[in-house]
């Protein structure tokens, strides 16, 4: 044995001294590799391990300095000897088989060991990892389920699935309207605002692919993976994640990749139906709330008593078909000790209707202020209606203009169904339309008519409501029956009159939902 | 999205480095770039505050243990503060944790770091 193989020798021993003892392996390799440099004359030797096809500097020694990463052209200027896992680089030396054989068997082993080791720790980082992914996927269910904060939800998803796919960026659209697909959250750069739903770059990404130019997209990106959000297979949103990471830089995600986003897009399905929900139940409740107010509004409307005056008895009743309606009563007092009986009807029901009403109150009010109610002021009355309400909607009005102590009746009937005069000996006279309803034409022309009342003589009048109350036969009410129910109860205090027709009527519907407004107005001259 | 990292070194002979951003492949780089220089510079006592990152990946968790392996071999102290619940969480499944310790709050940190 030559000295420098007994040298050698005793230093492999050290170092074999070294593992044993349980010392580090990249410890003993370190040693190892300082020893051959020394013993080959190199002015500088490194251990490069492979990792993911490049080859990565692990270990160095002597002057200059190897890069962290060596491409194989630049490898192949320096002496090469592969290792298992690595290769062994030496700038400058002679490698003299007889002699370094042994320190470069060692350092080989050693090597392998660092490999052994490495891969052990990326072994165990990616059981690790598994973890947090299912404690992700995990910590979003419980969030949907404690949240109905569609913002906070949107943005804990795409985080995670940006994080757990390692992507350098991410995006979630939300499908819109138009069967495309409008930006709700961007992570790590920037997205296209809004995907058309005949683009092909948005028909590329949900077929799974990278579509042709990813950067249009979301600028910067070179690979993108997206899957689509359903609920009940109806396009609900996107999520989009771009360009995987890895310690070399980004490259395209892969079939596993896929299926963890698959089960992000399905939370976020459950999250986004789930606060859909919520908001149609919160927008219900608000719509209840305000349609209430409205109908406290429109019941202020309507007269709390009427006038007591001499000369007649008066009395009135509505009932709506829903929570707000579009009929409207009303006695106003007028100059002299006149009194205006009325009743309106606005076409439809329901809360357009009860927004006619209120436009027809103030206008009426404002209008009236101390002048007749004749045909002059309804011409009036119907130009504001014709400016201000929709092409469809009209009000049919009669209103009348009654003299308490003489029974002098004027009216102005406006497209509304004749009132009744049940005169105390059983006639019954009509009160005819003298016009269109309001609101029809710009330019409606209407006249008026009159009439007397004398004592026991009962003026009616009512909206269609009750005469057109249908049975489950789609028999209606009808005039008649109104008229025989005046006849017969015509000498009963008028509130008890009310009574009995709002029970025949109701009696008559036979259970079936009231489908108008009801109103009736009576005034009996004493 | 491009992490942003500041240091603010501390009388206490603390080192925060400060994140804002993701950390990620990038990210991880600039800040182990950050760490690796006040480790050159001689600083052995190291906090991490992560209040301004809410996302971290990876391969930014692997950077983050190649920084906490290199203060274990110079013997120095690696710690990190104010981090969110769900990278609190995830540091702890990855076994950061059991070489780096959790602070809540910046403060509080320092103080343990520093000794007092």
Same mark, same amino acid.
């Given at each position: 044995m030559t000295g420098t193989a007994a040298a050698s020798t005793a230093a492999l021993a050290g170092y074999l001294e070294l593992a044993a003892g349980g010392e580090a392996d990249r410890k003993l390799a370190q040693s190892l590799l300082d020893g051959l440099g020394r013993q080959t004359g190199a002015r500088a030797a490194a251990a490069y391990l492979k990792e993911d096809g490049t080859l990565v500097r692990e270990l160095s020694t002597g002057a200059g300095s190897f890069p962290y990463r060596i491409a194989e052209d630049e490898a192949s200027r320096f002496e090469r000897r592969p290792m298992a896992g690595g290769e062994l680089l030496l700038d400058g030396g002679t490698i003299q088989e007889e002699r370094d054989t042994p320190v470069l068997l060692a350092l080989a082993a050693a090597v392998r060991a660092l490999v052994l080791e490495k891969k052990l720790k990326r072994q165990r980082f990616e059981v690790n990892y598994r973890g947090v992914e299912l404690e992700a996927l995990y910590d979003v269910g419980l969030a949907i389920a404690s949240t109905l904060n569609l913002e906070q939800l949107s943005e804990e998803i795409l985080l995670r699935a940006v994080s757990l796919l390692d992507a350098r960026r991410g995006a979630l659209y939300a499908a819109d309207r138009d069967g495309g697909y409008r930006l709700s959250r961007i992570l790590g750069g920037e997205a296209r605002q809004r995907l058309a739903p005949d683009d092909p770059q948005v028909a590329a990404l949900l077929q799974g692919r990278t579509p042709p130019a990813?950067?249009?997209?979301?600028?910067?990106?070179?690979?993108?993976?997206?899957?689509?959000?359903?609920?009940?297979? /109806?396009?609900?949103?996107?999520?989009? +994640?771009?360009?995987? %990471?890895?310690?070399?830089?980004?490259?395209? #995600? *892969?079939?596993?990749?896929?299926? $963890?986003?698959?089960?992000?897009?399905?939370?976020?399905?459950?999250?986004?139906?789930?606060?859909?929900?919520?908001?149609?139940a919160l927008e219900k409740e608000r719509l209840l709330r305000e349609i209430e107010l409205a109908a406290e509004i429109q019941r202020r409307l309507l007269p709390a008593r009427l006038p007591r005056v001499e000369g007649v008895e008066l009395s009135g009743w509505n009932r709506s078909a829903r929570h707000v309606g579009g009929d409207y009563y009303d006695v106003l007092e007028l100059p002299g000790g006149r009194l205006a009986p009325l009743v309106a009807d606005v076409s439809g029901k329901g809360m357009p209707a009860a927004l006619m009403v209120s436009t027809l109150y103030s206008a009426l009010h404002l209008l009236l202020d101390g002048r007749e109610p004749g045909? /002059?002021?309804?011409?009036?009355?119907?130009?504001?209606?014709?400016?201000?309400?929709?092409?469809?909607?009209?009000?049919?009005?009669?209103? $009348? /203009?009654?003299? @308490? +102590?003489? *029974?002098? +009746?004027?009216? +102005?009937?406006?497209?509304?169904? @004749?009132?009744?005069?049940?005169?105390?000996?059983? %006639?019954?006279?009509?009160? @005819?339309?003298? *016009?269109? @309803?309001?609101?029809? #034409?710009?330019?409606?022309?209407? $006249?008026?008519?009159?009439?007397?009342?004398?004592?026991?003589?009962l003026l009616c009048l009512f909206s269609d409501g009750i005469t057109e109350a249908a049975a489950a036969d789609d028999e209606e009410f009808g005039a008649g029956r109104l008229v025989d129910l005046l006849r017969r109860s015509a000498e009963l205090p008028l509130p008890e009159i009310i009574e009995i027709v709002d029970g025949e009527v109701t009696r008559f519907a036979d259970g079936a939902p009231q489908a108008d407004d009801q109103t009736l107005v009576l005034v009996r001259k004493r | 999205m491009t992490l942003k990292v500041t240091v603010d070194r501390k009388p206490e002979g603390v080192a925060v480095i400060y994140t804002e951003g993701y950390i990620n492949n990038q990210g991880g780089e600039e800040i182990a770039r950050v760490a690796f220089d006040l480790i050159g510079d001689g600083h052995k006592v190291l906090l991490l505050n992560l209040e301004g990152t809410k996302i971290v990946n990876s391969i930014g968790i692997s950077i983050l243990i190649e920084i906490i392996e290199k203060m274990l071999e110079i013997e120095g102290k690696l710690a990190f503060c104010n981090l969110t619940p769900t990278i609190e969480k995830t540091f702890h499944i990855m076994g950061l944790t059991q070489y780096a310790a959790i602070h809540a709050d910046e403060v509080s940190a320092v103080a343990e770091m520093a000794g007092r």
């Amino acid at each position: 044995m030559t000295g420098t193989a007994a040298a050698s020798t005793a230093a492999l021993a050290g170092y074999l001294e070294l593992a044993a003892g349980g010392e580090a392996d990249r410890k003993l390799a370190q040693s190892l590799l300082d020893g051959l440099g020394r013993q080959t004359g190199a002015r500088a030797a490194a251990a490069y391990l492979k990792e993911d096809g490049t080859l990565v500097r692990e270990l160095s020694t002597g002057a200059g300095s190897f890069p962290y990463r060596i491409a194989e052209d630049e490898a192949s200027r320096f002496e090469r000897r592969p290792m298992a896992g690595g290769e062994l680089l030496l700038d400058g030396g002679t490698i003299q088989e007889e002699r370094d054989t042994p320190v470069l068997l060692a350092l080989a082993a050693a090597v392998r060991a660092l490999v052994l080791e490495k891969k052990l720790k990326r072994q165990r980082f990616e059981v690790n990892y598994r973890g947090v992914e299912l404690e992700a996927l995990y910590d979003v269910g419980l969030a949907i389920a404690s949240t109905l904060n569609l913002e906070q939800l949107s943005e804990e998803i795409l985080l995670r699935a940006v994080s757990l796919l390692d992507a350098r960026r991410g995006a979630l659209y939300a499908a819109d309207r138009d069967g495309g697909y409008r930006l709700s959250r961007i992570l790590g750069g920037e997205a296209r605002q809004r995907l058309a739903p005949d683009d092909p770059q948005v028909a590329a990404l949900l077929q799974g692919r990278t579509p042709p130019a990813p950067q249009d997209l979301m600028p910067g990106a070179e690979h993108l993976l997206a899957v689509a959000i359903e609920v009940d297979g /109806d396009p609900r949103g996107l999520l989009v +994640v771009g360009d995987k %990471e890895s310690r070399r830089g980004v490259g395209p #995600f *892969g079939a596993s990749d896929r299926r $963890t986003l698959s089960l992000f897009a399905n939370q976020a399905a459950i999250a986004l139906e789930n606060a859909n929900l919520h908001r149609q139940a919160l927008e219900k409740e608000r719509l209840l709330r305000e349609i209430e107010l409205a109908a406290e509004i429109q019941r202020r409307l309507l007269p709390a008593r009427l006038p007591r005056v001499e000369g007649v008895e008066l009395s009135g009743w509505n009932r709506s078909a829903r929570h707000v309606g579009g009929d409207y009563y009303d006695v106003l007092e007028l100059p002299g000790g006149r009194l205006a009986p009325l009743v309106a009807d606005v076409s439809g029901k329901g809360m357009p209707a009860a927004l006619m009403v209120s436009t027809l109150y103030s206008a009426l009010h404002l209008l009236l202020d101390g002048r007749e109610p004749g045909p /002059d002021l309804v011409e009036r009355l119907n130009g504001h209606i014709f400016q201000s309400s929709a092409p469809n909607k009209f009000i049919t009005l009669l209103v $009348t /203009d009654v003299h @308490p +102590v003489s *029974g002098e +009746v004027r009216y +102005v009937n406006a497209g509304h169904n @004749p009132g009744i005069v049940l005169r105390a000996g059983g %006639e019954v006279e009509e009160l @005819p339309p003298g *016009g269109m @309803p309001l609101g029809f #034409f710009r330019d409606g022309r209407y $006249t008026g008519g009159e009439l007397a009342l004398a004592p026991g003589d009962l003026l009616c009048l009512f909206s269609d409501g009750i005469t057109e109350a249908a049975a489950a036969d789609d028999e209606e009410f009808g005039a008649g029956r109104l008229v025989d129910l005046l006849r017969r109860s015509a000498e009963l205090p008028l509130p008890e009159i009310i009574e009995i027709v709002d029970g025949e009527v109701t009696r008559f519907a036979d259970g079936a939902p009231q489908a108008d407004d009801q109103t009736l107005v009576l005034v009996r001259k004493r | 999205m491009t992490l942003k990292v500041t240091v603010d070194r501390k009388p206490e002979g603390v080192a925060v480095i400060y994140t804002e951003g993701y950390i990620n492949n990038q990210g991880g780089e600039e800040i182990a770039r950050v760490a690796f220089d006040l480790i050159g510079d001689g600083h052995k006592v190291l906090l991490l505050n992560l209040e301004g990152t809410k996302i971290v990946n990876s391969i930014g968790i692997s950077i983050l243990i190649e920084i906490i392996e290199k203060m274990l071999e110079i013997e120095g102290k690696l710690a990190f503060c104010n981090l969110t619940p769900t990278i609190e969480k995830t540091f702890h499944i990855m076994g950061l944790t059991q070489y780096a310790a959790i602070h809540a709050d910046e403060v509080s940190a320092v103080a343990e770091m520093a000794g007092r």
